[in-house]
């Protein structure tokens, strides 16, 4: 039972993907053994890793239960901003969170954004094992002139019309002004990297994620647009095969009847998706240039998931009409050559550099 409890925490400390692929490297390492005397060398090896990790393991838990005094947030950001903030500001693996009637452990505490605080945990009361990711707001007060609770209630109160598209974390437990308490996926990937750093993959797996990436993309062709929706807000999960979108603020669906202009144009992906990668990647010429490559593959996969909504004749997240205004036919066939036309430059740009 203590070897057992020891895996547990080993497996909460690395995260379950990271421990599985230690343990399978490893006995791959033995099963590869040239000889008898390499495959012993093997074992004492990992023999020598198994103890170093029980007693990293028993340590953790030791310092754990040291900082396990529980803590309440509940009702403290209106009451109490200040205790709020110092509060947050303790939070640390082992304490445990009260939320009305729910207990969390906290795991480790993970980088977050300008407006979230973000916390792996675990429920206290045994039901679920998993770790899961808590979101709570970083402080009382603002910021760009919008309370920080705000932030957390337009993740909440957007994320059922989002949920829909299959791209974004599930949701189990959320109180509005509190908490939210979504799935844990695993961001192999940042979009940064796979746009910016295409060389550090495989042939093989860029492929494999550009699949995914205009899967994910026509998924988002209900949205008129996502707020804050940027690059570094979209990941890949390897074990999943497919990219999430981790946060975002207030959504506006597409629907009705729109104008060609709005078919086209009025997108997720544009320059505000790029923002605050294009200043820090995009000097160079062959960054931009991939860039602008993938910004087109999403625009391309998203339109394609509108048309496949005209061919239906309703938004499938709202369930409401969706077609072109009748008059707007000449308008629909310019904008599409024009459309054609900037792709055909583009490829050719592409072709010439060598970028597939």
Request: proline content about 3%; overall charge positive.
């Amino acid at each position: 039972m203590l070897l057992l409890k020891v895996d547990r925490i080993i497996v909460k400390i690395l995260g379950e993907q990271t421990f599985r692929e230690l343990i399978f490297v490893s006995f791959l390492k033995v099963l590869q053994a040239k000889s008898d005397m390499d495959r012993i060398n093997y074992m004492s090896k990992i023999y020598l890793l198994k103890q170093l990790f029980f007693i990293a393991a028993l340590i953790y838990e030791v310092i754990c239960s040291a900082n396990s005094e529980s803590i309440t947030l509940k009702g403290l950001y209106f009451e109490n901003p200040q205790g709020y903030n110092d509060s947050v500001a303790s939070l640390v693996p082992g304490k445990i969170l009260e939320f009305s009637s729910l207990k969390f452990k906290i795991l480790s505490v993970l980088t977050g954004g300008n407006t979230t605080k973000i916390l792996r945990v675990a429920r206290v009361d045994g039901t679920n094992e998993r770790s899961v990711i808590l979101r709570i707001p970083p402080q009382s007060g603002f910021f760009r002139e919008i309370p920080y609770l705000a932030y957390l209630n337009m993740f909440i109160q957007n994320h059922r019309l989002l949920s829909k598209t299959g791209f974004v974390p599930s949701m189990y437990f959320f109180a509005l002004d509190e908490f939210a308490i979504v799935e844990e996926v695993n961001p192999d990937v940042s979009m940064v990297d796979f746009v910016f750093k295409p060389d550090s993959f495989s042939k093989r797996r860029l492929k494999e994620m550009e699949k995914g990436i205009r899967e994910f993309a026509k998924a988002m062709a209900p949205f008129r647009r996502i707020g804050d929706l940027r690059m570094d807000q979209v990941f890949y999960d390897q074990s999943q095969k497919k990219w999430f979108l981790l946060d975002w603020t207030e959504t506006k669906l597409l629907d009705g009847k729109v104008t060609p202009r709005e078919l086209f144009a009025e997108n997720c992906f544009d320059m505000d998706f790029l923002e605050k990668t294009v200043l820090q990647f995009g000097s160079r010429f062959g960054n931009r240039l991939r860039m602008y490559q993938i910004l087109l593959l999403m625009r391309n996969a998203l339109v394609s998931g509108r048309i496949d909504m005209l061919q239906k004749g309703h938004n499938p997240i709202s369930g409401k009409i969706f077609e072109i205004i009748p008059d707007s036919t000449k308008i629909y066939e310019s904008i599409q050559h024009e459309l054609e036309g900037r792709q055909t430059i583009l490829q050719k740009c592409a072709r010439i550099l060598g970028i597939k």
